[in-house]
């Protein structure tokens, strides 16, 4: 049975009437713009700005198809991921119905919208080296399941999933498997983008946010079929994307030596540091990791945390998550930063 997506969005989204702003009715040039109740005298904040922006976001969108190399239906542009995430559950999950898969320890967001989307979410744990577990997450599926959300490299464990296990269990299963590619600029491995194409229920996100050093512009970016964009695209907001970001995030693509360059030195420095922190005392593991950021097990996480802090360094306290007992999740720095956090670490070691 070929896969269709039909089934599985909400009836009230099949039928949806999208809204049809000013800029997407009209979209050439003209001389005098009547239609959208701007203020025509001009912007208080910058010459252009009176204007919406594109409901479309033609320049961006096709920006973005030539730097992953595919063709602009097959992207749409979020207010960060996380637009993309909720948007998933708004177009395939019935509020109090359908279900969503998640495998925890991972990325919150994804429990978050689907507890904003009245959705329940069945957690299929990653096992003892924070991988998939395919039979679980097989078993898991029924007919209530739209969305299976992985992260690759995985948030907050650093490491990236299996390729083939993403690919089995998009290929048997019958929704929406979500493949979130925040980190991979940082890995050794292809995105699943080169697989999009041949699996329809595909979701694979990206986002400015990482390697590009945009968080601030809030661009992410989902690829996957032409028939999931169009629904993406009917159910976001229509301006979502400003104006100054869009231009912004344009200029960013064009700093790809910058980036590239960053990327092999925060991997550089997560290497030197992961081995520096390894021979610390109070240490007990360093998670093996494919982004910018470690995973690590203290012996007591609580102290280290509060010692940092009182030392002007904020780590991210994740051992309240499954399977992350005493860990701490420390993003890559600087060589300064590195070298600062190490310092303090070996002083907490000798108290
Ligand atoms: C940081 C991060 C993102 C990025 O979200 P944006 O909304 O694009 O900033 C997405 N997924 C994961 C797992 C992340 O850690």
Redesign the pocket.
Known sequence: MKFSIDGLVRPNISSLVPYSSARSEFSGEAEIYLDANENNFGSAAENGLNRYPDPLQRALRKSIAKYYRIAEDWVFLGN???EAIDLLYRIFCRPGVDEAIVCPPT?G?YETAASINDVRLREVPLDAEFQIDVAGVLQSLNTLTRLVFF?SPN?PTGNLMRREDIITISRSARCIVVV?E?YIDFADCPSLISEISEIPNLVV?R?L??AFGC?GL?I?IAIAAPQLIRLLNAVKPPYNIATPNARLAINALQEQDTVRKWVREIVSERIALADELSTCRCVETVFPSDANFLLVRFRDSAAVYKFLLSRGIVTRDRSQLPGCRNCLRISVGTPEENVALLQAINEFDCL
């Open positions: 960060g991921s996380d990325y967001m992260c948030n979130d925040a996100l986002t946010s990482k968080a809030r992410g």
